[in-house]
């Protein structure tokens, strides 16, 4: 197909539809060929098709955000290691190094190549995250990444499609349910060939001889978008700072973001330095919710691709807590890197406040269960406990969602079935959302009762347990996380072992509230007091809404008077 037919607005938006379609389907496959419910049912995974070069040409809309931005830098990794012309039809090439992969080990990429007639014409990669790495329980514990499990360099899975038994054999030994790691990496594996023989027969279709036009012409669309954005914003430096738990004690992070003409600087020069303790972001994990939260601000409307992120660069000192070096323990990057998206929101808030939400309930807490079973087998289960997203400046924030992640919760049927425990209860937590005009998200609890006769190990990944989401413009603060064993608070970031009749209560993290609450319309605060997600006494004293203990029934006269009331009284 010719330049200008590619060039056409009508057939690149069909090319480029189709790409993103092919990587769904890899990604759907893995979903359906998986065995582990981290993937199966938490969809804690991505797929990314590249060009020969290795630049992102499309990714699958059931992606988690933190892989979608470090895969297209894994993928350089592949090619540095294994030139173009080195790969073969049925090789599969993978790592699980966190500064080359995903951030930490539990992250599994891979990428397997793409031919027509015999000509190598791009990559499928994927990424999945694996129900067990061996190393100690995933937390964040480890002083050193020695102790967080099995680590492998860019290395060859399969050549020319024999997979590699001594590899095979490396994984088997050092996990500890290797039928579920094992099953999952077939399954990345299985998409990965989905994508390719997908990836073919478009070619064929649009008489593609390569990729190389297509991914010009829809790399320099997503990058002028991109640009455009960035020029209309007001040249300058913006300052944003936050607090997060740290691991025994509060941390900095600082960024200071520059707008450049048509190109954005993120510095987080001022950040506390790395940790002995797997708190610590290595700068790929950064880089990637640093672009992330730019593009949703500004071009949410196109598909990402390697165009989107070139007026971006980010940058985090070295031996910082985004940006930590070998051998630092990242396993609970997460409880860092999610920050990361709330510093540039912070940031953008002060030149678009229109686009960017209050601050998340985010990081949500990651619960791991390992034990061995009453049939003798080992099970790991890993809940992820839904967290919230902040109030947004036209609308409440959404309650028990897992906010910047895009993964999903797992059903309580599921978990129960995969491990010997039982989820006694789970709700939302009244009064956890942040107060607003428009309301932050709330947070839940759930309750997981042990049942197994062996001890089971408890990891815990959280944060938020000190410095709750804050809000804006006037808005309150969302509530703060909580974790406890028998009602006593253990480690929110560490590893307990649990017995058989124990009870875990995890309470996650509300969102940040948005305007004034004294300015929410009544009818508003009446439905969420009726529907148990605020307290009357809040609906009263946050936002002055008198609602009849008897009658339930929401009174406007005495809302109005009691809020010129409570307006005098801060003036005042």
């Not at 809309?61 to 080195?86: C, N, V």
Request: proline share 6%.
């Amino acid at each position: 197909m010719a330049v200008s037919a590619i060039a056409d607005s009508s057939t690149l938006e069909v090319m480029w539809s189709r790409l993103n379609s092919i990587a769904d389907e890899a990604a759907i496959t893995l979903v359906r060929t998986s065995f582990s419910t981290v993937v199966r049912e938490s969809k804690d995974l991505t797929c990314v098709l590249f060009d020969t070069l290795g630049r992102s040409l499309a990714q699958a809309a059931m992606s988690i955000p933190s892989f979608t931005g470090t895969l297209p830098l894994t993928m350089k990794h592949f090619l540095q290691r294994y030139p173009a012309k080195e790969w073969r039809a049925g090789d599969v090439v993978m790592t699980n190094d966190p500064w080359l992969g995903s951030g930490h080990l539990p992250d599994i990429n891979i990428a397997v190549p793409v031919f027509l007639r015999r000509k190598l014409v791009g990559f499928a990669g994927l990424v999945a995250h694996a129900p067990d790495i061996g190393g100690k329980t995933l937390s964040a514990t480890a002083a050193e990444i020695y102790e967080e499990g099995l680590r492998l360099p860019v290395c060859r899975l399969a050549r020319a499609g024999k997979w590699s038994e001594d590899i095979v054999d490396l994984i088997r030994t050092n996990v500890r349910v290797p039928d579920e790691v094992l099953g999952d990496l077939n399954a990345l594996v299985a998409a990965g060939e989905v994508a390719q023989r997908r990836i073919v027969e478009f070619m064929k279709e649009f008489e593609l001889n390569d990729l190389s036009e297509l991914a010009n012409e829809i790399q320099k669309r997503a990058e002028t978008a991109m640009r455009n954005r960035i020029r209309a914003l007001p040249q300058g430096t913006y300052h944003h700072t936050l607090i997060t738990d740290g691991f025994d004690e509060p941390l900095k992070l600082q960024l200071a973001l520059r707008v450049l003409k048509d190109r954005l600087e993120l510095d987080y020069t001022g950040t506390a330095p790395q940790q002995r303790s797997g708190i610590n972001a290595p700068w790929c994990y950064t880089y990637s919710y640093s672009v992330f939260a730019v593009k949703s601000v500004l071009t949410p409307e196109v598909p990402n691709n390697e165009g989107t992120f070139r007026p971006i660069s980010v940058h985090a000192p070295e031996r910082s807590l985004l940006n930590a070096r070998f051998p630092a323990a990242t396993g609970a990057r997460s409880t860092t890197g999610h920050f990361v998206v709330t510093a540039v929101y912070g940031a953008l808030g002060q030149i678009v406040p229109e686009r960017v939400l209050a601050e998340c309930g985010a990081p949500r807490p990651i619960v791991v269960l390992r034990g061995i079973g009453d049939d003798g087998r080992p099970f790991s289960q890993t809940l992820f406990c839904m967290g919230s997203m902040g109030a947004r400046p036209t609308e409440d924030g959404i309650s028990c969602i897992a906010y910047p992640t895009n993964t999903s919760v797992t059903p309580v049927e599921v978990v129960e079935t995969g491990a010997a425990i039982r989820i006694g209860r789970k709700e939302i937590i009244q009064d956890s959302g942040g107060a607003g005009k428009f309301r932050g998200g709330c947070g839940q609890w759930l309750e997981v009762e042990l049942l197994t006769k062996a001890p089971v190990t408890i990891s815990v990944r959280s944060d938020r347990t000190r410095n709750p989401a804050r809000g804006v413009a006037g808005g309150g603060p969302g509530s703060c996380t909580r974790v406890l064993l028998n009602g006593e608070k253990i480690n929110p970031k560490g590893i307990t072992i649990a017995h058989t009749g124990d009870r875990l209560r995890v309470e996650t993290p509300g969102s940040g509230g948005y305007g004034d609450p004294l300015e929410r319309d009544p009818e508003r605060i009446h439905t969420d007091v009726t529907n148990g997600v605020v307290s009357a006494a809040a609906g009263r004293s946050l936002y002055g809404a008198v609602i009849d203990d008897a009658t339930g029934q929401l009174d406007l006269a005495a809302t109005v008077r009691l809020r010129q009331e409570l307006r005098s009284n801060k003036s005042g």
